[in-house]
């Protein structure tokens, strides 16, 4: 909801006493993320207007806090900057969970699209990704690190180091591809895979930028463990220790020694157990998402089979690759079969003559934004038979949905364990304005449901360009097109089915991810790494 003029200064009002106060409570840190949510839908120049004022009358408040917060109201990228700048002295500091938070708080919102890349063009390359450099830096050297090298000349033992910064169950995504690319490795590649599941983001607020970030550990994975899903069985290595230790550290650092793989493989980018490594060891980066990758590897694949990246850090370390989630363990799929939509969505208590789109995130109370449910209203008041299925846990939107003008035709789910037979009950996939989403954008190709999404994030990866609409607008117009034309319907559908076939062959996947482990090892030999990594 937009912000009146006299209602943006009350809250910009509020949030300033808020700043200004002493900050000790994780309740005084979410009234301050509370207005700032306010003001930041506010209109553009409103924003800007709001930022200056909090900049001025918060000049005695926390730095962090205050940069943070004029970020989050406007996206300007410029702030990050200056916090960046700020910074600088603390790296002579020993608060190393202090940077780090920071550095992971404002990965965060780059991944949420909260910030506008407008606003400050290379700040990836000129500002983030030298910070990272400099933070594994500081760990390594303040923490007395030494990952000692693997002995040249030693024969090579078919095995991998899978590392993640975060596994916690099947219903989290990465973790299902972290199985799955562990599945392709030994299966496919004839690797034998090892998991290192580090936990080694902030799990505590170590700093006051906000919006907050603090990650998640499953207390059950700690330790020398075996994860079986879908009757295989992986071994994996797991630290539940909070913050940055020595110890915790120490204890991945010498279990790859222990283990002695050919390539340290690294699943998402920012995995700092596997980036310490970088100058000892190959390593590989695979990431699970599109945009810029933060990893010293010497190979980082590409997401969704992009064009060769010019300049920048990952220039010389880039492989095309197309990242395919739980579906690269599959088999090759099956046409969809003409299971009754009506039967399947009796089970969901969903509309059984509706055009039905379905929306499916872990982060639909900030992804299903105001703008999105105003254009899916804007497609119902077009096509009174469409109807939307929200897929995913969430606490704010079953409310917002209630106080739409079209509630009888949009229904919250909540989670959703079998998702193929989800996808039955579908018509439409549509995706809202973010970067995740691609493991459920593979699974709607893969069952001939029809994508339409924004021209941004990991599902106009996943997709492709057929499927891509340039703004909300025109997905209505598209949908509406979709509903309204059973030819046309027709045709897509086909279509997006088709392109899952063409895009999900884990054989292809598997020769060029062993190809990649054998260059990386190549790569490697040829030295060199050390020098990207800040002494």
Known sequence: ?????????????????????????????????????????????????????????????DPVLRLSAMAAITGDLRHYDDLLDLLDLEFER???????????????????MRMDGASRPGFFEDSLFPYYTRLIAAIRDRLGLAPRPRPAGNPATGRVV???????????QPSRDLLSYATVLEERCGREVVILNTNIMPTDI?????????????????????????????????????????EKIDWFLRAVEWHDPDVVVSLGGSVIIADLLAAARPTLCIPTTSGAVPSLADIVLDFGGGGRLASGPLAASWRPFRFLHSLIGASEPDRPAATSKAASRAGHGLPHDAFLCLV????????????????????????????????????????RLQGSRHAGRLFHLGYVTDMAMLMQTADAYVNP???????????ALAAGVV??????????????????????????????????????????AAEAWSQSTGRSNPAEAAAALSRYLDEAVELHGRGGMEERICK
């Open 162 to 172: 899978l590392v993640t910064n975060q596994f916690l169950s099947l219903r989290h």
């Open 206 to 246: 170590h700093s006051l930028f906000v919006p907050s970030f603090a990650s998640s550990v499953e207390p059950a994975f700690d330790g020398k463990q075996v994860i079986e899903a879908d009757g295989r069985s992986f071994r994996m290595l797991s630290s539940t220790g909070r913050g940055l230790s020595r």
């Open 433 to 443: 304005l973010r970067t995740g989403g691609g493991a459920s954008a593979a699974e």
């Open 1 to 61: 909801m937009e912000l009146s003029a006299g209602n943006s200064a009350d809250v910009v009002a509020a949030l300033c006493r808020a700043m200004l106060r002493p900050v000790e409570s994780a309740s005084a840190l979410r009234e301050i993320e509370a207005s700032l949510e306010r003001l930041r839908h506010a209109p553009p120049d409103e924003r800007a207007a709001c930022a200056l004022q909090v900049g001025r009358l918060t000049r005695d408040a």
């Open 360 to 399: 499916i995130g872990n982060r639909l109370d900030e992804e299903a934004d105001c703008a999105f449910l105003a254009m899916l209203e804007s497609l119902i008041d077009r096509v009174p038979r469409a109807a939307a299925a929200f897929a995913g846990e969430a606490a704010a939107l079953p409310e």
């Open 94 to 112: 020993p608060d190393l969970d202090r940077l780090l938070h920071i550095y992971c708080c404002m990965g965060r919102q780059l991944f949420l």
């Open 451 to 492: 994508p339409v999404s924004l021209p941004v994030g990991d599902v106009s990866a996943v997709i492709g360009p057929r499927f891509v609409v340039p703004d909300y607008a025109a997905a209505v117009d598209r949908l509406a097109l979709l509903a309204n034309d059973p030819a046309r319907f027709a045709e897509a």
